[in-house]
């Protein structure tokens, strides 16, 4: 079974700075991956997938993450953080399967910006 | 707006009742999932349909149960309700039913049980 893991629940960045939230997975076959922002009051949005194309993967919003087989991780990354960033980011696998699209889900990072 | 549409938006309930969540995913979408999120658990993967057939399932309850309708839109139905169950309850959609198609959630319907 697949599984995902969020390093830090909460994180906090002055605007400006880098972001970077971590994601371990664990899976026995070559997984897809995904990362989702949810802000407040509000559903999941994509910020990007990688479905074992290019390792490095450009999202929306500014946000790229880089696939490592070697270390298991998808790792988030914004070079300047927004205001507009403060959200909840979630990391989730999916595995090619016999039937079914399933999701799991890490346990979320909530993204703090200070002015 | 993803074009996922989710109603109710909020629903307040006692203990021991049912109730339905409705779902209608985008417009050519063929699989709907739910999700549940809570605060114990996490975003947990309930179920999925694709064209009407059950595809994929996880950890679902027995007192829950879904169904996708010839329209494709989906209804959740939790019966037996208990306090555990209150939560954010998401549909997704996507176009296949594939591992690697992209799933656009819903704004949720927020289930609160009393």
């Known amino acids: 079974a697949q599984s995902v893991t969020q390093l830090g629940s909460h994180v906090s960045v002055s605007e400006g700075a880098l972001v970077l939230l971590r994601c371990n997975y664990s899976?026995?076959?070559?997984?897809?991956l995904f990362w989702y922002v949810q802000y407040p009051n509000q559903g999941l949005q994509l910020l990007l997938k990688?479905?074992?194309?290019?390792?490095l993967v450009k999202g929306i919003n500014g946000f790229e993450a880089e696939f490592k087989k070697s270390e298991t991780s998808f790792h988030l990354t914004k070079p300047s953080a927004h205001m507009s960033d403060a959200a909840e980011y979630f990391c989730a696998v999916s595995v090619p399967q016999a039937a079914g699209n399933k999701l799991t889900f890490g346990g979320g990072t909530r993204v703090l910006v200070k002015p | 707006d993803s074009g996922v549409t989710q109603t109710p938006k909020h629903l307040i309930t006692a203990t021991g009742q049912r109730v339905t969540l409705r779902c209608s995913p985008r417009s050519g979408d063929l699989s709907v999932y739910w999700y549940q999120q809570s605060l114990d658990q996490g975003l947990q993967f309930l179920i999925q349909?694709?064209?009407?057939?059950?595809?994929a399932k996880g950890n679902i309850l027995e007192r829950f149960s879904a169904q996708q309708f010839p329209d494709l839109h989906s209804e959740l139905n939790l019966s037996s309700l208990e306090l555990g169950d209150s939560a954010l309850y998401f549909c997704a959609s996507s176009t296949g039913q594939g591992s690697n198609n992209e799933q656009f959630f819903g704004p949720g319907t927020r289930l609160t049980v009393l």
């Open positions: 990688y479905t074992s194309a290019a390792t």
């Open positions: 899976s026995s076959v070559p997984p897809y």
């Open positions: 349909y694709y064209n009407g057939e059950e595809r």
